[in-house]
């Protein structure tokens, strides 16, 4: 798939919204969306505590937060993950700078 925006196939619509959000700085749906991501598991690289943010992913259907979840690294974010299985595994793929196209 021709992925215009740059950004990476894995993603799904909903993750794209996201990051549009993160990019403006909300207002974000979630009460937890942008708070520290502790990394206790670990799976991320080590860094400093308040590194990571952690956003939601909508599910559509879900009652819930779902499972899906964009983690930031740094302010403004360098690092990028995306994880559909709640922090059990994680995607790294980078975001163009706005007006940056590949």
Do not use: K
Request: hydrophobic share 20%; aromatic share 12%.
């Amino acid at each position: 798939s021709d992925q215009r925006d740059g950004l990476p196939g894995f993603l799904p619509a909903e993750a794209r919204q996201t990051i549009a959000l993160i990019q403006r700085g909300g207002p974000f749906p979630h009460r937890q969306d942008g708070t520290t991501f502790g990394n206790r598991e670990q799976r991320l690289p080590q860094r400093p505590r308040g590194y990571y943010r952690e956003y939601t992913v909508d599910t559509p259907g879900a009652s819930n937060r779902g499972t899906r979840r964009i983690i930031t690294g740094g302010d403004p974010p360098q690092a990028w993950y995306y994880t559909d299985d709640h922090y059990d595994s994680f995607r790294s793929f980078t975001v163009p700078a706005p007006g940056e196209h590949p």
